[in-house]
């Protein structure tokens, strides 16, 4: 049997739709993988109940067709579906890095970014690799025409996840169809001072860098409470706040002394809006982890 532990990742990072992601040190699934003669797919842990267990279904299930490798694939679910924190690309990413091993198919990690975004395609319809590259590459990605790029970043995040759903297919719908010049100009300008900002690991940098004037503001009115949780998070020391991924979940970057205010101040906020919500205190970290047997 062979274990994974693949990060949670945040997508779009605002000025990067559908182009930026960065894995996060915390949550994570756990897949682990054994030899079968056909795919069969067991889910544990959070949100379990609303993630499907036939292989057609769940995102894993599309990997292991993929990589023409059929196991019995038990996940953990660290990453709560439909929170925009890259919960079915955990899966994925998991699954694809598992079953490469497991069957010795000696891809790269880099070759495995295209498999695991098979498994996106069973979710949202669309093999959007976003979040699977950061969680199988780590640190900063950049998924473009011409291929993904990756550096590695060390910045302070907190990333606030309300006890509420938006599914990636409803928040895809409301993305508009045009953008005006002047707009693309400025998210451009600002694309290019975040990924300054990621080489450099500077969070002032990045924090201003993710501002965005055309998916974003769509997207802000699916979750309740965005907009006081954002100012809360800025006024707490925040350098930047965007919806991550596909939402509800919601990215501060911010300076390491201020991340418990910014994380206190965003989890206030959205009570105040009558929203629970849990907060992660961690940083933009490495890429999913292998354990073979025998090795800790
Ligand atoms: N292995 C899996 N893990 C999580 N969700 C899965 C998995 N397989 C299928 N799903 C389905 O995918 C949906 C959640 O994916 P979705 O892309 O909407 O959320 P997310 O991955 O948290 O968000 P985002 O991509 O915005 O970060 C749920 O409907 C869930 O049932
Ligand atoms: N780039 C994707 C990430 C979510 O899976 C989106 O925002 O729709």
Redesign the pocket.
Known sequence: MLTVRAP????NLGSGFDVFGVALGAPA?VVRVERAPETT?T?TGV?SQ???EDPA?????AVAEALDAPAHIR?D?G??????????????AG?ALALNELYDRGLSRADLVPIAAE??A???GEA?A??VAPSLLGGFTVVADGGVTQVDASIPVVACLPET???????RGVVPDSASLESVVDTVGNAATLTVGMTRNDPVLVGRGMDDEIVTPERAKLIRGYEDVREAALEAGATGVTV????P?VLAVCRRASQRAVAAAMIDAFDSAGVDSRAYQTTVGEGARLYRPGSD
């Open positions: 949670a990742t945040s997508a699934d797919i889910v949100g609303y993630i499907p279904k769940n995102t894993v299930g996940i679910k990453v709560r579906p439909s929170s925009g924190l890259g919960s079915s690309a955990a899966s994925a699954a498994g996106e069973v979710v949202s959007h976003d979040n759903t938006v599914s990636t297919r409803d928040a991550s991924g596909a939402g979940g």
